[in-house]
């Protein structure tokens, strides 16, 4: 196979905010050539898809800025600083929604936007809901939680009610996992 590795000469942060980061890198390509690189890198996230005993799922909505609308989501929220992953979707579900789980499974990771960030979305399954609490959302953050059965679900991807990547990716995913004759490869978190 032919190396297709663009490797890092020199770099600067041409933005630095509370979450991301924005940086340009000069990079010599696999032709010798030098390139630019504009990135954000980010510090990585969890989807939780909460999925109740009787076949329905805990979604979420809320207001995203910069597409100046509301949006159907699962739980989700980004790392902190050395948090492992697990522990992440643990905080955020219970969080977000005040519901905790007894039963967590990894499904994978998704890369949202490879060609301009690093962020990596690492989704899971929580299942054995029993509500704790009530939220607990950061200041600023607003969220209205619904219960839908999980085909309403996947006809709100199919019809564009729920168009979030990690969303649809997650809904869609643990229904390849569950549907009947495909693989049920489960790796319990």
Do not use: C
């Not at 000069?26 to 504009?38: A, K, M, N, Q, S």
């Amino acid at each position: 196979m032919k190396d297709l590795t663009e490797h890092f000469i020199a770099g600067e942060v041409v933005f630095d905010g509370k979450l991301l980061k924005v940086h340009r890198d000069e990079v010599r390509l696999p032709d010798g050539t030098h390139g630019v690189r504009e990135y954000i890198r980010h510090p990585g996230a969890v989807a939780v898809v909460p999925l109740f005993e009787d076949g329905t799922v805990l979604l979420e909505r809320q207001f995203r800025y910069p597409h100046r609308r509301e949006f159907i989501e699962v739980p989700a929220g980004k790392l902190e600083p050395d948090e492992p992953h697990l522990e992440t979707a643990k905080r955020e579900l219970l969080e977000e929604t005040g519901y905790s789980a007894g039963e967590w499974t990894r499904l994978g990771v998704i890369h949202t936007a490879i060609a301009y960030t690093n962020e990596g979305i690492d989704l899971f399954v929580a299942r054995k809901l029993e509500k704790r609490r009530a939220a607990q959302l950061d200041a600023g953050e607003f969220i209205e939680t619904l219960i839908v059965r999980f085909d309403e679900a996947l006809a709100m991807v199919r019809d564009g009610r729920i168009t979030d990547a990690k969303s649809v990716a997650a809904l869609l995913w643990v229904q390849l996992l569950h549907e009947p004759g495909s693989p049920r490869k489960r790796r319990t978190a």
